[in-house]
């Protein structure tokens, strides 16, 4: 069974940065393509950034230049690098992993992002 446990959210003034973790239990992490999504208080959710097993990153339009999102196979944890932080950043952000021949995704239970003065 797979699980994801995220961390690193907290608060943080605009202009800051902040490093968000997900720790995936199970096997086979290596070949699941890993995803940040997030979602702010009455609003869907979007996605941020996804990364492929084999590393191939992209980033929605509205985070490009400020967010990295990466992946150590070793640790089984994918990373989000967030920079340049903004106050319309402030959201639930999710990680989640979709593996081959499964429909479905993972999901973890999210962490808050607050960027506030």
């Known amino acids: 069974q797979v699980q994801l446990v995220e961390s690193g959210g907290g608060l943080v003034q605009p202009g800051g940065s902040l490093r968000l973790s997900c720790a995936a239990s199970g096997s086979s992490f290596s070949i699941a393509a890993m995803a940040w999504y997030r979602q702010a208080p009455v609003k869907l959710r979007e996605l941020v950034a996804t990364?492929?097993?084999?590393?191939?990153?992209n980033y929605a339009d509205f985070v490009k230049g400020r967010f990295t999102i990466s992946r150590d196979n070793a640790k089984n944890t994918v990373y989000l690098q967030m920079n340049s932080l903004k106050p319309e950043d402030t959201a639930v952000y999710y990680c989640?992993?979709?593996?081959?021949?499964?429909?479905?995704?993972?999901w973890g239970q999210g962490t808050q992002v607050t960027v506030s003065s």
């Open positions: 990364i492929t097993s084999g590393g191939t990153t």
């Open positions: 989640s992993a979709k593996y081959p021949l499964i429909s479905r995704n993972y």
